[in-house]
């Protein structure tokens, strides 16, 4: 058969299909009035004791759950479960980061108008979950003081996505040689004006800042929820 | 590596724009992507090579533009590229900024098909047949 080239205008998100699942998540939440808040970071930079710590100060003030994603294996969601409160895994099997659609299927016909705050934390990588809008009202992203001062210069499209950042195992950061004047020009230097703040989930440091962030955040008001 | 799922995306959404424009294959598919995106055009180019074999547009071919970041400069009250990534600085006096106007682009913008010639309007002559 003859044929000959033609040029066809389309202009669209590739991702397009994630854009709507999350809008539609979004509106979700929104109509349930549940606030949301994704957790991002590489892998081992503390983002569930991290969460195990919020979920634990939270849930004497508010309804909590988490939905937390890995490659593999449900230890994170019986790890975050001793904080008691609704917790389930989505394991991604070989995706190494969490999309709308993963997020919707978890959730299922979960009531969320039964809570305050529902947490998702994505797949240990600082790469792949900045292109996937989960339909969260806020991102957290944290790097540890183990990491390296200049882990925002390395990843800067994740801090360009995110909220808030959080620098996590302060009481590692003497041992480490950590230099926080350092990390917090670099967090400025790829996302000027985000607000940062410096924590230690083991000891405590940091936490109530955080907590006083999300209460700011999300609008719920209130007093910080006792440590 | 997000790459493979970006590349396989790009052939569902262009085999379906194909069909829809009633085209027979796609020749060229046109992507146009920003700095900021998160995406790697290697890894992008590599990942596109293994999704294309044995799929429908096994023929198709990728052209990337590469969008380079753009910033509102608050100094120079203007819109002005980026000095150098990752650093977000306006390329014409350095003042850090934040306001990123281009730079997150991932987008399929055009394709390349081909479609039926149409039919002759004038009788082909006896002998000059078209292979």
Redesign the interface.
């Known amino acids: 058969?003859?044929?000959?080239?033609?040029?066809?205008?389309?202009?669209?998100?590739?991702?397009k299909?994630n854009d709507v699942t999350a809008r539609e998540l979004r509106q979700r939440f929104r109509e349930s009035g549940v606030y949301v808040v994704s957790v991002v970071s590489s892998p081992g930079a503390g983002k569930t004791l991290f969460l195990e710590k919020t979920l634990t100060a939270l849930r004497q003030r508010y309804r909590v759950a988490a939905l937390v994603g890995d490659l593999a294996t449900e230890n994170d969601a019986r790890r975050l479960a001793q904080a008691d409160v609704p917790v389930r895994q989505i394991t991604t099997g070989t995706?190494?980061?969490l999309e709308a659609k993963m997020v919707q299927a978890a959730l299922g016909d979960w009531n969320l108008g039964n809570l305050d705050f529902l947490f998702i934390e994505n797949v240990g990588n600082l790469?792949?979950p900045?292109?996937?809008d989960l339909g969260e009202a806020s991102r957290v992203v944290l790097f540890s003081v183990t990491e390296g001062e200049d882990k925002?210069?390395?990843y800067?499209?994740?801090f360009?996505t995110a909220d808030l950042a959080v620098i996590t195992k302060m009481d590692l950061a003497e041992a480490v040689e950590f230099d926080a004047d350092q990390a917090r020009a670099s967090v400025?230097?790829?996302?000027?004006?985000?607000p940062m703040l410096e924590l230690s989930a083991k000891t405590g440091q940091g936490m109530a800042t955080w907590l006083e962030w999300l209460d700011r955040r999300s609008g719920r008001g209130g007093n910080p929820p006792p440590r | 590596m997000h790459e493979l799922s970006i590349a396989l995306k790009l052939l569902d959404i262009a085999a379906e724009e194909c069909e829809r424009q009633g085209g027979v294959s796609v020749e060229t598919i046109h992507v146009r992507l920003g700095a900021l995106s998160g995406v790697v055009q290697e890894a992008l180019l590599s990942a596109f090579e293994a999704a294309r074999q044995g799929s429908r547009l096994a023929q198709a071919a990728l052209r990337i533009e590469d969008v380079p970041v753009r910033v509102y400069c608050r100094s120079c009250q203007s819109e002005q590229t980026a000095e150098s990534l990752p650093l977000l600085c306006c390329g014409r006096c350095g003042t850090a900024s934040g306001e990123v106007i281009a730079g997150l682009e991932l987008e399929l913008t055009a394709l390349e098909i081909a479609v039926p010639s149409r039919p002759a309007s004038f009788p082909v002559p006896e002998g000059s047949e078209v292979p």
């Open positions: 058969m003859n044929s000959e080239t033609r040029l066809v205008e389309v202009r669209t998100r590739i991702l299909d995706v190494c980061h790469v792949c900045a292109t996937y925002p210069r390395k800067p499209t994740i360009h400025q230097a790829v996302r000027p004006d985000m």
